[in-house]
């Protein structure tokens, strides 16, 4: 069996070494006779299992114990709309930097659970760079700021955590790049992110919240939509996903053993130098539109310098198992997504191909 190099944005590549642990304890998982899929969410080796992978997420970001962490359903997107439902009351309003795709949808979903106020955006500069902090129209009566950190369509990156005040919780959409590098949990009074990117499979989302944020009324709603039931219930107020759950484990356990988020920032600056290097390299054949300050780690964006040529280089690059190139379909050209799991031979294999693509069609 051959593996290929996986660019995909999401669901995107998994560590070999947790697809190989999974694979010998997919029928037999920890001595049961069974897969970690059988067991009972209740049983106290699912139990322990979860309360090991809780704890080497709070030692890989190093989260304060004023901060609870969940494992819930869903993915992300189900939170746009969920957050509100939980931070705001009915009368609230809410800040929201729009600066790509996700962050819109984000602002957009909200609106039917708070008064939006878009604080920010690069919506007319077509997202290609960020909102410039002084341009920021912020609401000190807000009762929350949103804004998401990395944006895989539009290849966008915030460098740093922008500054909000103490005042006013800063809540942030880390999927695609949480656990890249290392982040002050403090500065934030709720991380969210889904697994399938740089945590493990589809399915799942981790939150990482302010204990006192949970004790918001929010606005009336099911039990099954409120935080702080979770967080009572360990995150096993209804079945968990316990596929999802183990599998991120896994992976937390593959991140300590690399040398943790210290290590991956290295290892991401690397791979999106090496890439960025190669197109800024080319003399116009490929090409990135994004302001280089904006430019993303995880999510690289480029174009060829003739879109006629955009066929044969998705065709070959497939065949030289360089998989999931093409870019999103609201923008054209070409992605290579670098998450945490993308090892820096890949990224060399993808330079080295599009060296040779302009020898061959240039």
């Known amino acids: 069996m051959s593996r290929v190099w996986n660019f995909s944005a999401g669901p995107a590549a998994l560590p070999p ?31 322990a299992m979860a309360a090991q992978a809780e704890a080497d997420l709070r030692t890989l970001m190093q989260i304060p114990a004023d901060y609870a962490v969940l494992f819930l359903q869903g993915g992300a997107t189900q939170h746009f709309a969920q957050i509100p439902m939980n ?46 902090r002084d341009s920021w129209q912020l609401d000190p009566r ?76 929010g606005r009336p709603m099911a039990r099954i939509f409120r935080y702080a039931e979770h967080a009572a219930a360990d995150s096993m107020l209804n079945t968990p996903n316990t596929w999802g759950w183990y599998l991120a484990g896994l992976t937390f356990q593959w991140l300590l053993e690399q040398g ?33 300050a904006a430019r993303s780690r995880m999510n690289v964006r480029f174009d060829l310098h003739d879109t006629a040529l955009d066929a044969a280089f998705l065709q070959e690059s497939d065949a030289a198992g360089l998989l999931a190139l093409k870019g999103h379909k609201a923008l054209g050209g070409m992605r290579a997504s ?24 240039g």
């Open 260 to 292: 943790g988020v210290a290590a991956m920032a290295d290892l991401n600056r690397a791979k999106a130098g090496l890439l960025y290097g190669a197109i800024d390299g080319s003399d116009g054949y490929y090409r990135n539109p994004v302001d280089p």
């Open 17 to 47: 070494a947790v697809l190989e642990r999974a694979q010998r304890e997919l029928l037999d998982w920890n001595g049961s006779g069974a897969s970690v899929m059988e067991q009972s969410h209740r049983g106290k080796r699912f139990i």
């Open 87 to 132: 931070l705001a009351g009915p009368d609230d309003g809410a800040d929201y930097i729009v600066s790509g795709h996700w962050s819109a949808k984000a602002a957009s979903e909200a609106g039917a659970y708070v008064r939006v106020n878009v604080a920010a955006s690069s919506a007319a500069d077509d997202y290609l760079r960020l909102p410039p």
């Open 338 to 361: 670098l998450y945490n799991a993308v090892p820096l031979a890949a990224v060399e294999a993808l330079v080295e191909f599009m060296g040779d693509f302009v020898r061959r069609h």
């Open 142 to 217: 807000a009762a929350y700021v949103h804004y998401t950190p990395n944006e895989t369509i539009h290849g966008v990156e915030f460098h740093d955590v922008p500054d909000v005040g103490e005042a006013v919780p800063l809540v942030a959409d880390l999927s695609s790049n949480i656990l890249s590098e290392p982040l002050d949990v403090s500065r934030f009074g709720l991380i969210y992110a889904g697994a399938q990117k740089n945590i493990g499979p589809s399915g799942l989302v981790v939150m990482i919240i302010r204990r006192d944020l949970l004790q918001r009324a």
